[in-house]
């Protein structure tokens, strides 16, 4: 699989609805609240959120808001985000919510780490992928999400629960790990002038496909060789320093190259997170590569294609558990005057993982990397869709406009 394979495609269309529905364990134990940086009372998104020494996990929201559920009482909750100190907090039995205030992480930068050669560094860590990550098989319960903004107003809605299976890191290789979405639900503007829907193609299993580490096409010396590598300034994540290795174009290619940051453990020599942009200087090139399909004189313009996909350090073990995808583009009728700016979001949090031996996902039940969740999933927007289910909390205003998607739905 080539490099420019790594992002999922889209079609523009008028999305229809079929279904997918399970069921799963209740989590009992709930904490939620916000996160905010401690100097400015600002909110903080995309914050790890970890029950201290167990599996289950989430990020916060847009807002700085988050929900943790688990099967167990845990004892404390963790809280980690690039640039800041780790915090831990007491698990409040009585329900409390947590006000969460995030201080700036301090580094004491050592010479080496200044002066670091970043084609040694990257070398080294590629080495140590057969140390740093799961040398069995595993297996994930996962919440999915996408949605898509015209202009500012959310139009469009997909949620998932999902189970993803991944194989060992110690061979390599994408071919056997698996999603399967066991409980999903679609919420869509029933306005005439939002038709225009995107679709991304695959879905949840972009946290199989943009698995760098285990992916690799990224990592080889043919493809790296497209790119100028520079040290950037160090960073925490976690109270671990890390390495941050600067991508920059340099060759021209037939497919887009990325620009970006890779992040790696100053300790273990593990990839802690890529942070990665399509270069959008050729923008037929970024269309080529994203866009499947779209109606007859739709005229369409990437201004961004970029990802976030992290691994989290446990047990001595780095493992995925967050990925972000962000595509912004442009559309507009050839025979009419104005521009809509649309925003596709989707992202995927690891939030539990199995801890017995686990069996690969089906064949027959697994999400196909050609499936489209909005294809699959159910119209359904009931309040208690997810009850017990450990998810990422809504923003402040997608929770008004899955409010005002209702209201039309329920007009029309």
Request: charged fraction near 25%; proline fraction near 5%.
């Amino acid at each position: 699989m080539r490099l420019k394979a790594l992002f999922f495609p889209i079609l523009l269309l008028v999305s229809f609805l079929s279904y997918a529905q399970t069921d799963q364990a209740q989590l009992p134990y709930s904490v939620s609240g916000t996160v905010v940086d401690a100097e400015t009372g600002r909110p903080l998104q995309y914050v790890g959120v970890t029950f201290t020494g167990m599996r289950y996990a989430t990020v916060t929201n847009s807002d700085g808001a988050f929900t943790l559920k688990s099967a167990t009482e845990p004892e404390t909750v963790d809280f980690t985000l690039l640039g800041y100190k780790t915090v831990r907090l007491i698990f409040p039995k009585d329900g409390t919510p947590l006000k969460v205030r995030m201080p700036k992480g301090d580094l004491t930068l050592e010479g080496a780490l200044v002066i670091a050669d970043p084609y040694s560094v990257l070398e080294r860590a590629i080495s140590k992928i057969k140390d740093n990550y799961p040398k069995t098989p595993e297996l994930f319960d996962c919440f999915y999400r996408e949605t898509v903004q015209k202009k500012h107003r959310y139009v469009y809605v997909s949620e998932a629960v999902s189970r993803m299976y991944k194989t060992s890191y110690y061979r390599g290789g994408i071919a056997g790990d698996r999603i399967a979405v066991d409980k999903s639900r679609i919420l869509e503007s029933p306005g005439k002038r939002d038709t225009l829907a995107v679709k991304v193609v695959g879905g949840p299993t972009q946290a199989v496909v943009l698995d760098i580490v285990k992916n690799n096409d990224l990592l080889t010396a043919d493809e790296l060789s497209n790119y100028e590598l520079q040290m950037g300034l160090p960073a925490t994540i976690g109270d671990r320093l890390q390495f941050a290795i600067k991508l920059i174009p340099r060759n021209s290619t037939p497919y887009p190259l990325y620009e970006g940051v890779i992040y790696i453990d100053r300790e273990t020599f593990a990839f802690t997170r890529f942070e990665l942009d399509y270069d959008m200087r050729d923008k037929d090139k970024v269309t080529q590569s994203i866009l499947i399909s779209k109606p007859a004189g739709l005229r369409f313009t990437p201004t961004q294609v970029s990802i976030q996909y992290d691994y989290t350090l446990s047990e001595g073990v780095s493992r995925v558990s967050y990925v972000r995808s962000v595509m912004r583009f442009k559309c507009d009728w050839k025979k009419k005057l104005f521009r809509s700016d649309y925003t596709a979001v989707s992202e995927l949090v690891t939030t539990d993982r199995h801890s017995e031996a686990v069996e690969p996902i089906p064949r027959k039940e697994a999400f196909g990397g050609r499936e489209v969740l909005s294809d699959k999933a159910a119209q359904n927007y009931d309040p208690e869709f997810w009850k017990d289910y450990n998810i990422i909390e809504p923003s402040e205003s997608l929770d008004k406009a899955i409010v005002r998607i209702v209201r039309k739905s329920d007009r029309n």
